[in-house]
Structure formats: structure tokens, C-alpha cells
């Protein structure tokens, strides 16, 4: 699967943004959905996943970023309401086979990445 990320810029504090996230070799259908994001000198972390389990989120944007797919599978997106300076990051797409095993926002456990995109937040 070849991922391919878009819709990053720089926004003020309080709006939104939608990120997308194109897929291409295959459809997202089988396969977990994760959005990371690695803040500059920081550790890469899980901010949203979607799994056979539904939705996952990281407690810091829990209410405030939904992840979801369009009809054909083939395009995943992250809805960020109300953004904060510290969502400032780069923000990646990643993908995996279904399995039980595998969590989907722990970056290790992903195994198809795109090249990111950044977001910015002014305060």
C-alpha cells in the first residue's frame, strides 16, 4: 500500500483542518488506519486510529479529532477541530493488515507510512 498524505498548512489556534490521506496499490479495506505525528525533537505518538474496534484516540485530542474513511476505502481523513499550537507537528498516515495483535497507535506495529504533512498552529 502506497500512502500518500495532504491538506497540512498553517492554521490560528481554535480552527480546524481536515487532513487526507490517499491510498494506492490497495484499498484501506482489511487494514487498520493510524495517524501519528512526530513534533520537532520529539518521539513519534498515536493521535487517531481506526480499527475493527472502531475508533482510538489519543487522550490530548479525544473530542477534538475524528478519523474516518470515504465510501470507496481508498481515502482516509483526520477532522482536527479546535486546534492548539502544541498539534503543531508533522502528521503521518500509516497502515496495517488487520490482526489481533497489532495496535494501532503504536507506531512499530505499522507497516505502510506516507512522507507526512505538516501542520502548524498559531497561537
Known amino acids: 500500500v502506497q500512502l500518500v498524505e495532504s491538506g497540512g498548512k498553517l492554521v490560528q489556534s481554535g480552527e480546524s483542518l481536515r487532513l487526507s490521506c490517499r491510498a494506492s496499490?490497495?484499498?484501506?479495506?482489511?487494514?487498520?488506519v493510524g495517524w501519528f505525528r512526530q513534533a520537532p525533537g520529539k518521539e513519534p505518538e498515536g493521535v487517531s486510529c481506526?480499527?475493527?474496534?472502531?475508533?482510538r484516540h489519543v487522550n490530548s485530542v479525544k473530542g477534538r479529532f475524528t478519523i474516518s474513511l470515504d465510501d470507496t476505502q481508498t481515502t482516509a481523513f483526520l477532522q482536527m477541530n479546535n486546534l492548539k499550537p502544541w498539534d503543531t507537528a508533522v502528521y503521518y498516515c500509516?497502515?496495517?493488515?488487520?490482526?489481533?495483535?497489532?495496535?494501532?497507535?503504536?507506531?512499530?506495529?505499522?507497516?505502510?507510512w506516507g512522507k507526512g504533512t505538516p501542520v502548524t498552529v498559531s497561537s
Open positions: 500509516a497502515a496495517v493488515v488487520e490482526g489481533d495483535s497489532r495496535n494501532c497507535l503504536r507506531p512499530s506495529d505499522m507497516d505502510y
Open positions: 496499490g490497495e484499498s484501506f479495506d482489511g487494514h487498520d
Open positions: 481506526l480499527s475493527t474496534s472502531g475508533q
